[in-house]
């Protein structure tokens, strides 16, 4: 998913626990669904942070070649701007874009 083009709130907003808990039957199922999601989201983001801030990487100790590199901060910034994991995750929950499954209920219906 492009994070980039997410529609989800950069600040704090309060949710209706009821529309939560509609999609899933239980609002502790439906807060698990967006803690793994946002998790997945979190990783995502981290590891493509840190390949664009491995290319200014510096392997040597030498204080004269350590200075300010203007696209390494506004790269840090645009990240520190982006919503945060969690609400992506709510945001792709309450519109249907997460996929997910309960293995109690596959076993359940099998029987």
């Known amino acids: ?50 390949r664009k801030l491995e290319e200014f990487a510096s392997y040597t100790d030498n204080l004269e070649e350590i200075f300010e590199n203007r696209e390494q901060i506004e790269i840090s910034r645009f990240y520190e701007r982006l919503p945060k994991p969690n609400a992506i995750a709510t945001d792709e929950f309450l519109n249907d874009k997460i996929y997910y499954r309960d293995p109690s209920e596959d076993n359940d219906s099998k029987e």
């Open 1 to 50: 998913m492009d994070y980039k083009k997410s529609n989800a709130p950069s600040t704090t907003i309060t949710r209706d626990l009821r529309e939560l808990s509609d999609k899933t039957g239980n609002i502790y199922k439906s807060i698990v669904i967006i803690a793994k999601r946002a998790n997945q989201i979190s990783v995502e983001i981290k590891e493509e942070l840190n």
